[in-house]
């Protein structure tokens, strides 16, 4: 109970971290300096009123100095990440796994956020994601030279990662050439612009992102995550429409959820496809 706790409370920490990440890397500002400071105001953040969710509570969501809104976003983020840490470090204990998996799920909280709130992500960060799940990728493979066999890890091995990245990109290029093939021609036989301000079937960040999660997961992986994400979509939209919210969302965050439950399910889904 009290592991948990400090597992916890880590989680929180590093979803502070995360989001100082989504407010500075979109701008090309450092993540390290200068200190956390009010967005409104710009007077700098006491350590007091900087602890996660707990500050947010305590201050009722408002800035000490200006009294202006704190976004309930930063909250938020510091409780998807400690949960998921928390739901890692339960499932693999401390290890290569937890590190690996902790890296791929930061990373999806990053740049979901980050396209939610400016409809586009910098393009580092899916090559980023790529590199490090190669570079852990590493280790299995040593292990694999060692004892000659399937490695005990659930890391995938060098090739594995490198035949899951290649694929994802491809898979996912694919398929934007053909949507915006199919998008090109709609809207000219409409003599439209775009379709609600939209010209792409899938960008380039969607693209990166499917090779990211196929190195982290494999090509199974990648090819469930691209098919569930539109249900994820969908469901989302029909809640939208219940609860009469049309906020547009980007599409990386409906590919994030896709992929989480594709890392708890996905098994599962793949043997009942494989049967059927
Ligand atoms: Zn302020």
Not at 49 to 66: A, E, I, T
Request: proline letters at 4%; hydrophobic letters at 55%; one cysteine or more.
């Amino acid at each position: 109970m009290i592991e948990s706790v400090g597992v916890f409370i880590l989680g929180l920490c590093l979803g502070s971290f995360l989001n100082v990440c989504i407010a500075r890397l979109p701008e090309n500002k450092s993540i390290i300096k200068p200190r956390s400071f009010c967005p409104e105001c710009k007077k700098s953040i006491k350590w007091y009123d900087n602890l996660p969710v707990l500050s947010y509570l305590f201050l009722g969501g408002k800035c000490r100095f200006c009294q202006k809104k704190i976004s309930i976003v930063y909250p938020v983020v510091e409780l998807i990440t400690a949960s998921l840490f928390l739901f890692l470090y339960s499932r693999f204990g401390l290890g290569l796994n937890l590190a690996n998996y902790s890296i791929l799920f930061f990373l999806l909280i990053v740049v979901s956020f980050i396209d939610i709130k400016y409809h586009a992500i910098p393009a580092y960060l899916c090559v980023l994601g790529i590199i490090i799940a190669l570079v852990i990728s590493f280790f299995p493979s040593l292990e694999m030279l060692k004892a000659g066999d399937v490695p005990s890890l659930g890391v995938l091995p060098i090739a594995g990662a490198v035949k899951g990245a290649l694929f994802g990109l491809g898979f996912a290029y694919f398929f934007k050439l053909f949507g915006d093939l199919f998008i090109g021609l709609y809207l000219s036989i409409r003599k439209k612009e775009s379709i609600e301000g939209e010209k792409e079937s899938l960008g380039l960040g969607d693209v990166d992102f499917m090779g990211m999660v196929g190195a982290f997961l494999g090509w199974q992986a990648a090819i469930l995550i691209f098919f569930l994400a539109p249900f994820v979509a969908l469901t989302y939209t029909i809640f939208a429409l219940i609860f009469k919210r049309s906020h547009l969302i980007p599409y990386l965050p409906y590919l994030s959820i896709a992929t989480f439950i594709v890392f708890v399910w996905g098994a599962d889904i793949w043997n009942f496809i494989v049967i059927l």
